[in-house]
């Protein structure tokens, strides 16, 4: 029980966080954009996308596969 409630509390962060910097997006004057994550299959090469009105990414996080290879390197 105090694993699921460690783990609801870092998801909580983690939502905040992404939530605060999509606001300091907004707040740059960047309009009309969205939050998305890629269409792959696998968790280790999901990413997140910042896109447009109109679809196109701006852009783009690293995966974690991408991170581990670099913290790796």
């Known amino acids: ?3 699921q409630k460690q783990k609801d509390y870092q ?3 983690t939502a905040d966080r ?3 910097a999509f606001d300091d ?5 960047i309009d009309n954009i969205k ?3 890629n269409d792959s299959k696998s968790s280790f090469r999901w990413t997140i996308q ?3 009105h109109r679809g196109k990414i701006l ?3 690293k995966s974690w596969l991408e991170k ?3 913290e790796s390197a």
């Not at 997006?25 to 004057?29: A, E, I, P, Y």
Request: avoid cysteine; charge should be negative; glycine fraction near 4%.
């Open 11 to 13: 998801l909580d962060l």
């Open 18 to 20: 992404l939530f605060d």
């Open 50 to 52: 910042i896109l447009n």
């Open 35 to 37: 939050i998305n994550k």
């Open 59 to 61: 852009a783009e996080s």
């Open 68 to 70: 581990f290879r670099e």
């Open 25 to 29: 997006l907004v707040d740059s004057g």
């Open 1 to 3: 029980m105090a694993k």
